[in-house]
């Protein structure tokens, strides 16, 4: 393998630990700074038994993008559905973080081509993902990957 090329495959036991970290990173930079109601200290408390726990289960998909032995990157998925409300099946991008260094690689692009692939494999008819209204850069990269408007959120702080 090239030294620079990053892989994305399923995430493996072993790499759970490489995960908790880009998990605290994504809310250190994203959650953190955009939502104050948000527990910035979930990855380190309960990350390891979660992605664990996503491992074993076919409605849940863990990603990890790795260079060479070190995660740089992950997503983690989940299927829904279908239901008596809604009756079909919808894939969530629940959460994807690539480290700095890694972005503009396209490396995100892979992640979320994985997800899309998985959530097709397993009969979803959509895909959606929510997003920080205030992260501009992170609608963007959802847009160039296809994904549009869909609603609107709007939160009152009391």
């Known amino acids: 393998m090239n030294e620079r ?7 493996r036991a072993e790499e759970v630990p490489g995960i908790v970290v880009s998990s605290s990173l994504l809310f250190a930079e ?10 910035v200290d979930w990855p380190r408390r309960h990350g390891a038994e979660a992605f664990t726990a996503a491992l074993q289960d076919p409605g849940r998909l863990l990603l990890a993008a790795l260079h060479g032995d070190e995660v740089v990157g992950h997503l983690s998925g989940s ?12 894939a ?11 972005r503009r690689a396209r490396v995100g692009a892979r ?3 994985t997800f899309l692939a998985w959530a097709r494999e397993q009969g979803a008819v959509h895909a959606e993902v929510t997003a920080s209204a205030a992260n501009a850069d992170g609608i963007r990269f959802y847009e160039r990957e296809a994904f549009r ?4 959120t709007l939160r009152l702080n009391l």
């Open 79 to 90: 299927l829904s559905g279908p239901s008596a409300l809604r009756p079909v099946g919808s």
């Open 149 to 152: 408007p869909q609603a609107l």
């Open 111 to 113: 992640l979320v081509d």
């Open 30 to 39: 994203d959650g953190g700074e955009r939502d104050p109601s948000l527990n």
């Open 5 to 11: 090329e990053v892989i994305v495959r399923r995430a």
């Open 92 to 102: 969530t991008l629940m959460a994807l973080y690539v480290r700095p260094e890694h």
